[in-house]
């Protein structure tokens, strides 16, 4: 089985061979393996044109002050007269951590939810409890199954596909949506931000509920019983008669994560878990090994490179520390293979075989283009993410060139 590169050196000699054949984006980290990008005369990426069009739709400053005056007095105006006026998904990670010392600080009171798919790391169990217990939280938890939560594991590595881990975002997404349609909520609170996560391209990263439960029926051995997995009707309903908006505070802060980092460390004796993406076990196998071992992706480079344009690195520091490559715990490696029941010669021949991607799978993305002028009012009325429009509603022709062999790097 081939190890994934780590050295700098090795990187930087496949980056000298590439640089011949790739185009580069002069701004960020971006080439032109990533389908659909475009770039300009000046050699910038379209998706740094994305990124300037969500900051001018998105302002930071005093601009984004009021913006996130009149979110806080439109939340605390729905939720008179309740329990909770608002859900947030917790994960013990900066950026929702983040959002709960926000939200109770400018007086909400939001409801803390927590999908436990039985791979948390004791660091990220130990953040979400010193946060809700100092700052008067509630938290729901649910607990999938682990034996079906891992037969569901299994099945997406046997499918072969990049998106191992998608089955707990979609579950956060899910339990959350119930959360705030069970309490009559009509907020939900999300914690990402493009200025500091960018935006993964459509090819890479892709998921909804068919997917999963496509991929879970051809590869999988339990039925699907306790796993809260997000059909086309509900997510229509949440989004529609529900009412449930969407929104993310932290487009409108000028948020800088190592700065934040420091803050809550010190506030709050948080602990940083190592990286983006790691605070769940189970997500950082996928970021540190599967992907760059199964795909030749390392998806540091789409966090590097959004850091890039806002200005919170130069390229040159974003490089350097994507060289550096992604840290492996091989020990973590051994142990999701041993608890998933996979043989020795069955995770080589897993780690070797054909790639597959979404497009080879039944998914409701046909449905998300056909009902594309809706997904884009729901967008304007903040009921899905523009990142969600923008990636799964529009017609991207190039998915077709997506490798089928495992290349031995694919980004810088």
């Not at 200005?311 to 490696?333: C, S």
Request: proline share 5%; charged share 25%.
């Amino acid at each position: 089985m081939l190890a994934p590169k780590t050295h700098a050196t090795t990187r930087d000699t496949d980056l000298m061979k590439l640089t011949t054949q790739l185009q580069t984006c002069t701004l960020c980290l971006f080439d032109s393996r990533i389908p659909g990008i475009s770039f300009d005369r000046h050699g910038k990426c379209s998706y740094c044109y994305l990124h300037e069009q969500m900051c001018e739709q998105f302002p930071t400053g005093e601009a984004g002050q009021r913006n996130l005056d009149n979110l806080v007095n439109s939340i605390k105006a729905s939720g008179k007269n309740k329990r909770y006026d608002c859900i947030l998904g917790v994960s013990g990670g900066c950026d929702s951590s983040f959002l709960l010392h926000e939200l109770v600080n400018r007086g909400l009171r939001p409801l803390a939810v927590h999908f436990d798919n039985t791979w948390n790391s004791q660091t990220a169990t130990s953040n979400i409890y010193l946060m809700l217990d100092q700052l008067d939280v509630p938290l729901e938890t649910y607990v999938v199954d682990n034996r079906e939560y891992d037969d569901i594991s299994r099945s997406m590595i046997k499918a072969g596909v990049p998106e191992f881990d998608a089955p707990t975002d979609i579950a956060l997404k899910a339990v959350c949506l119930r959360a705030a349609e069970a309490h009559h909520v009509k907020y939900l609170i999300e914690g990402h931000s493009f200025r500091t996560e960018g935006v993964a391209p459509l090819g890479y990263m892709y998921f909804d509920g068919r997917y999963i439960k496509e991929i879970h029926r051809r590869f999988g051995d339990m039925p699907m019983k306790t796993y809260p997995n997000m059909d086309i009707w509900r997510f229509l309903r949440w989004s529609t008669i529900s009412n449930i908006r969407r929104v993310r505070p932290l487009y409108s802060i000028d948020y800088h994560k190592e700065q934040v980092k420091q803050f809550l460390s010190r506030e709050y004796g948080w602990e940083w878990y190592g990286g983006h993406h790691l605070e769940n076990q189970l997500t950082a196998f996928h970021h540190t090994f599967y992907l760059p071992q199964r795909f030749g992706l390392d998806l540091r480079f789409v966090e590097l490179s959004g850091r890039i344009r806002s200005n919170q690195l130069t390229r040159d520091e974003a490089k350097e520390e994507y060289l550096a490559g992604p840290r492996v715990d091989h020990e973590l490696v051994g142990m999701v293979r041993k608890r998933l029941g996979i043989s020795l010669t069955e995770w080589d021949d897993l780690m070797d075989a054909p790639l597959r991607y979404f497009t080879d799978f039944p998914t409701y993305r046909k449905v998300f283009r056909a009902l594309r002028p809706l997904f884009w009012i729901l967008y304007r009325l903040e009921r899905v993410p523009k990142t969600f429009y923008e990636k799964f509603c529009k017609p991207h022709p190039s998915l077709q060139s997506l490798p089928r062999t495992r290349p031995v790097e694919r980004h810088l």
